[in-house]
């Protein structure tokens, strides 16, 4: 499974980008979230979802994980393909679509073309409780630029194995990381254990 591909934009397009990267071209299809990311710079790093069908196989890229999560959740829903989850994407922010499904808003999730009733209805009802619970959203995302994300995500990661839920980590992980920059990964660890 490939996690990104790091190399020069070759094409930027709308709707798809071509990557090089080890002197091999990788198309990409991405949303206008990503496209707009993109625009104006000559390298860059994009997250890679890899679509086999028997009759298809593509690369979905994004700017960053949180959208990928999303995209992933989003595909996970019956009746939701590749097209409308992208298309999804490319109408509303990954943090718009969050917010409409948290506060059941089947109108905002309608207005994406391709979308009708029954289909918003599902997404919420399918994804409402997983997003509430921190699915789909990159832990690392919800920490200041200036923690180091590497040690949050790995303090996360160990405490989830730990039995924690990502919701209950998200409350407490931010406030001691705004507490104590530069903390190290074990001691962020023993604090949170302390106030979960």
């Known amino acids: 499974m490939y ?3 790091k190399g020069e934009i070759v094409e930027l397009q ?3 980008t071509v990557i090089e990267c080890g002197g091999i071209g990788y198309e990409m299809l991405i949303s206008l979230q990503t496209y707009e990311y993109l625009q104006g710079k000559d390298k860059a790093q994009i997250f890679v979802y890899q679509y086999i069908r028997e009759d298809e196989h593509s690369f979905y890229g994004f700017a960053d994980k949180n959208e990928r999560e999303l995209f992933k959740l989003l595909i996970s829903v019956s009746g939701i393909g590749v097209s409308s989850a992208r298309m999804m994407l490319s109408s509303l922010t990954d943090e718009e679509i969050r917010n409409a499904i948290i506060a059941e808003d089947i109108n905002r999730i309608k207005s994406v073309k391709g979308i009708g009733l029954k289909s918003a209805q599902r997404i919420i009802l399918e994804l409402k409780d997983k997003i509430v619970k921190g699915g789909g959203v990159d ?3 919800l920490f200041t630029e200036k923690a180091d ?3 949050v995500d790995e303090a996360a990661t160990a405490l989830v194995m730990l039995g924690f839920t990502k919701a209950n980590i998200n409350k407490v992980l931010p406030d ?3 507490k104590n920059p530069g903390i190290k990964v074990e001691s ?9």
Do not use: C, F, Q
């Not at 962020?188 to 979960?196: F, N, P, S, T, V």
């Open 3 to 5: 996690d990104y591909i």
């Open 14 to 16: 709308p709707a798809r």
């Open 139 to 141: 832990s690392t995302a």
């Open 149 to 151: 994300a590497g040690i």
């Open 176 to 178: 001691i990381v705004k």
């Open 188 to 196: 962020l660890i023993k604090e949170a254990l302390k106030r979960l």
